[in-house]
């Protein structure tokens, strides 16, 4: 065998293991359904290297792919190790006042990182007793003021408000702010018969606009402003059903933990004669006066690294929220009680900036990707996650946050029995006519970033996953 052959053969087992990408682009953009659609496709190797391409600068929707954003940043900028803080407090001022004063931790009773989410409640009540023990009676005051009270972005969209997952980030959380109504639709006949709520929410009104239907799709959805306890539900829901539910945002969850530490409280013969929350009282009297608290118990959430794994692979609006709220609030010049959404995502963009990325193609108004105004481009998404890869202090925590292909979350359908399946880590995204991922493809050594977005596809939303995992089995 010639040297020419011989450089030749150590030549083709040299490249890369991609299987034609320009081919698999050109072969993806000309799939059905996608004659009218935006896409953006990158995939760039671990020295930022691009493999493959096709509109990467350009900026479209990415849903909830942009999470990559907000984690990533939040946990270079916060720490893998931050935790939220809630503080028990009594009035010395006013000593049978109880006050609560939240930092916005969004896991407080929240069902993904407590194997009893009420178990909290029963530390607070302990430690209450403990320090007023010969008091039987207590007010309770509820600070809420940490995040202001906007709680929204003003990008989502009004059909949103109400449900669980436009859920308001607030100085309090609690339960996930998510309730779950439950209905009797066993007769076809009539308006599906509300039943309950878990947990109780005594003060809201429901005005039931819903109906039923044959497909055994939940289609049915709970609309309202935040802090207002009217909510008209509609849509349409499973007939023949003896119980079943949707789910909710809590409106006002710094009153509703108020009244839920109370009935805890009366469990233990402690009764309560007033609840209130800054936000109650400020409106009463333009003011707050904040008393002189003696802080008599401190509760910490899980460690951030535990909080975006949760925030990825279950793709948590209501925790991104906050996290976006908390980056927020290490802005040097934010005002204590006004919104730190726009500080947040002022300090995120800056961020990557000033690590080298050029962000021109990020258009950011939610920490979760929920408003269809948010932008961003492909090439963006790879860059984040190769600088998180090979550069960040906390790329363990990072990498981790995000679900296996196959294996869990929201991509546990996502690439199942083919020979990607456990080999892609990675975030999905999805809104009206918007699929994205975006994520790794690891396999030994080889490690590559990689990020696909569709926008205004006109087929169904399966057979656009479908064409997504096709071309990844093509490139990888």
């Not at 409106?251 to 609840?275: C, F, H, M, S, W």
């Amino acid at each position: 065998m010639s040297r020419y052959s011989l450089l030749a053969i150590a030549f083709i087992y040299s490249l890369p293991f991609f299987s034609q990408p320009e081919s698999a682009v050109r072969k993806f953009i000309n799939t059905k359904g996608f004659e009218a659609a935006s896409i953006g496709i990158c995939i760039k190797d671990m020295n930022g290297k691009n493999i493959a391409s096709h509109n990467e600068k350009t900026a479209l929707v990415p849903a909830s792919t942009m999470k990559i954003v907000t984690t990533a940043a939040a946990v270079e900028i916060l720490g893998e190790d931050y935790r939220f803080k809630t503080d028990v407090a009594v009035d010395k001022s006013d000593t049978p006042k109880i006050v609560i004063r939240g930092c916005g931790d969004p896991t407080l009773g929240s069902e993904y990182l407590n194997d009893d989410p009420e178990v909290f409640l029963e530390e607070w009540t302990n430690k209450i007793i403990e320090s007023l023990p010969s008091q039987k009676t207590v007010s309770i005051e509820v600070d809420d003021s940490y995040f202001g009270y906007t709680g929204v972005s003003n990008k989502w969209l009004q059909e949103d408000m109400g449900n669980y997952y436009a859920a308001g980030a607030y100085g309090i959380s609690i339960f996930d702010n998510t309730y779950r109504l439950y209905f009797n639709t066993t007769n076809p006949n009539v308006t599906p018969i509300i039943i309950r709520t878990a947990p109780e929410m005594k003060d809201i009104v429901f005005d039931n606009q819903v109906t039923t239907n044959t497909t055994g799709k939940d289609n049915g959805y709970i609309n309202g402003e935040p802090f207002s306890f009217l909510r008209r539900i509609v849509g349409d829901i499973p007939a023949n059903r003896k119980s079943f539910s949707i789910k909710g945002d809590i409106p006002d969850p710094g009153l509703y933990l108020g009244q839920t530490l109370a009935n805890k409280l009366l469990e233990k013969q402690v009764r309560t004669n007033g609840i209130t929350t800054y936000r109650r009282k400020q409106k009463k009297q333009n003011t707050i006066n904040t008393g002189d608290d003696k802080i008599i118990y401190t509760h910490l959430s899980a460690p951030l690294r535990d909080i975006i794994k949760v925030l990825n692979v279950r793709s948590n609006n209501h925790y991104a929220e906050h996290l976006i709220r908390a980056v927020g609030k290490r802005a040097k010049d934010i005002d204590q009680k006004s919104n730190p959404l726009a500080a947040g995502i002022d300090l995120t963009n800056n961020f990557w900036e000033e690590k080298g990325l050029n962000t021109n193609s990020l258009f950011m108004y939610d920490g979760c990707g929920l408003a269809p105004s948010n932008k961003i481009s492909a090439g963006l998404l790879c860059d984040i996650l190769v600088y998180m890869q090979t550069k960040s202090n906390n790329k363990e925590a990072f990498f981790e946050s995000l679900p296996q292909a196959g294996k869990e979350g929201t991509v546990k359908n996502l690439l199942k029995g083919t020979r990607l399946e456990g080999k892609v880590f990675v975030k999905s995204g999805s809104i009206a006519d918007v699929q994205c991922f975006s994520g790794y493809y690891i396999d030994g050594d080889k490690k590559y970033a990689f990020s696909v977005m569709v926008n205004n596809y006109n087929s169904l939303r399966r057979n656009t996953v479908k064409a997504i995992e096709e071309f990844l089995l093509s490139v990888f």
